[in-house]
């Protein structure tokens, strides 16, 4: 049954039964905790910076003044 829906299900039984109920949350919480990225939340002008970065390298096409 392994990688199939119903394994999963057996599989999740039997993690709870051997490890607690809260298994699942647990080994999150632990994901969590070793993760060491802060993003750009914890730094706002540096987000800004990269934003105007990102702006002055546009892949999109400058429209010019038509033809007379």
């Known amino acids: 049954m392994a990688g199939t829906k119903a394994g999963g299900v057996k599989a999740a039984a039997t993690n709870k039964a051997k490890h607690g109920s809260d298994f699942y949350a647990k080994i999150g919480r632990k994901g969590g905790q070793r993760g060491r990225t802060g993003g750009f939340a914890a730094n706002p002008e540096l987000a800004r910076i990269a934003g105007a970065k990102g702006g002055r390298v546009?892949?999109?096409?400058?429209?010019?003044?038509?033809?007379a």
């Open 58 to 67: 546009s892949r999109r096409t400058k429209k010019t003044a038509p033809k």
